[in-house]
């Protein structure tokens, strides 16, 4: 299965009619429709409601529609689960917050299950947020843990509230958060998942925006997270190859094709000796840039 790309995805509260009517004419690669962070506890079944009659009657420009529900072990994560699964149109992807380990997206798998099976209904994908202390001490085994798992996104704002950080999301230097970084990106890459870095928390696409989504997309990221709409088309382009990247990525790949058919035991081009590491950056590359590749 092709995975969605997921270069800028904007959270937007299902609770505001207008972001809601707003959201569906951006084209961001997601939008993510918020029923938890972004929604105050005596609107959650409004919100609910709200995100429901917007899957069912908008017409998105985006790629893909997911909703982040409420955590595991609220009052309101299992409602929001069984409304959803019972929809004709549902979302692409539920983003799990506050993961904290195996047996979190285990009920979700569970719940999901039990609504899918009577119409025998295509699996809904789910992505993990990565937001408490437990969670990314357990990156690893929530990676593993579902095989309804698309990706994991890092969750700075509560991460760094649970770890007596100041606002560091958004005024942080590059090493601040390395090793968090660093854990979230092997556990996605061990199994194959996309990984997402969590939002800069100002709303304009300044330089310190650009400098977060730049880093991040060097590192290896495959996208980020947005919190105002006019920070996609930034987003995109950070996360997005250049033409000649894409160009020379082409050439990795097809000069090591051509070797591979010929018995050849090494190949070189434009003075650079090519390898299979050099290939798995090239496909990734291609991957990111929305490039299919036979195989």
Known sequence: MRQVRRRACLCVPASSA???AKAA??????????????VAVAAKDEA????????????????????????????????????????PDRPGSIVVPKVEGAADLHFVDRLLDGAEAPARLRPIRIQALIETPAGLARVAEIAASSPRLDALIIGYAD??????????????????????????????????????????????????????????????????????????????????????EIERARAVVDALDQAERAGAGAV?????????????????????AGVEVRA
């Open 159 to 244: 991460l760094g509230a649970a770890l007596g950080r100041a606002d560091t999301a958004r005024d942080d230097g590059p090493d601040t958060w390395a090793s968090t970084r660093d854990a979230v990106l092997l556990a996605a890459r061990v199994n194959g998942l996309q990984a997402i870095d969590g939002p800069y928390l100002g709303t304009k696409p300044d330089e310190r925006f650009r400098a977060s989504a730049g880093e991040a997309s060097r590192l290896g990221f495959d996208g980020k997270w947005a919190i105002h709409p006019s920070q996609v088309a930034s987003l995109v382009e950070s996360f997005t190859p250049a033409p000649e």
């Open 18 to 20: 207008r972001m809601l």
């Open 48 to 87: 609910r409601d709200a995100a429901v009659t917007a899957l069912r009657g908008s017409r998105w420009s985006c790629g893909s529609v997911a909703v982040r529900v409420n955590a595991p072990g609220t009052p309101w994560c299992h409602l929001d689960l069984a409304a959803l699964a019972a929809l």
């Open 268 to 288: 070189a081009l434009d003075g650079e000796m090519l390898d299979e590491a050099v290939r798995v950056r090239a496909l990734r590359l291609l991957s990111r």
């Open 25 to 38: 004419t951006i084209a961001a690669d997601e939008i993510v429709l918020d029923l938890e962070d972004a």
